[in-house]
């Protein structure tokens, strides 16, 4: 019995390692599977169909193996994904908060008159013309006011930067 037990051993070895390529870890299966055949020798049927029987335990143990290795995998894309997800929001949050605080200390600075128009285009979409009946400059101060602001905000921004600060204030 010992020695049709090596035999088998070894074909279950053979059988694993062609597919995970990994000795220890076939060396591991097969020790599993071995385990389970002593615990079990007295019911399994001896013959042919017990080296069928051993088999498909090594089947299925590779199969188990796979399919564990592609639910971890799914598992640590997942988490890896939301890691991403998270970081980029809280990084992103962080960034448009500090860029609205220096925006918002830079709009402090600029004359009043220019701090209107800024405010008036930006924060109410108000044209040109409806800015300057609503403050009753002509047309072309409140351009010129509206150009200013943005040329002392774009000297502090880099360009980059400059359009997406405009924008999203």
Request: proline share 2%; net charge neutral.
């Amino acid at each position: 019995m010992e020695h049709k037990m090596r035999v088998l051993r070894d074909r279950v070895y053979s059988f694993i390692f062609k597919f995970v390529k990994n000795p220890q870890l076939a060396d591991d299966l097969t020790q599993d599977i071995m385990l389970k055949v002593w615990r079990r020798q007295d019911q399994l049927l001896h013959g042919d169909d017990m080296n069928f029987y051993v088999l498909k335990m090594a089947k299925n143990a590779v199969f188990d193996h796979f399919k564990h290795l592609s639910r971890e995998k799914a598992y640590q894309e997942e988490v890896w994904r939301r890691m991403q997800t998270d970081s980029n929001f809280t990084e992103d949050q962080l960034f448009g908060e500090e860029m609205e605080l220096r925006l918002s200390q830079l709009l402090q600075e600029l004359p009043a008159r220019q701090q209107q128009v800024f405010q008036l285009h930006h924060d109410q979409d108000l044209s040109l013309q409806e800015i300057s009946e609503k403050l009753q400059i002509a047309p072309n101060t409140a351009k010129n006011h509206l150009f200013r602001a943005l040329k002392v905000i774009r000297t502090h921004f880099k360009p980059e930067l400059f359009s997406m600060v405009i924008c999203c204030f």
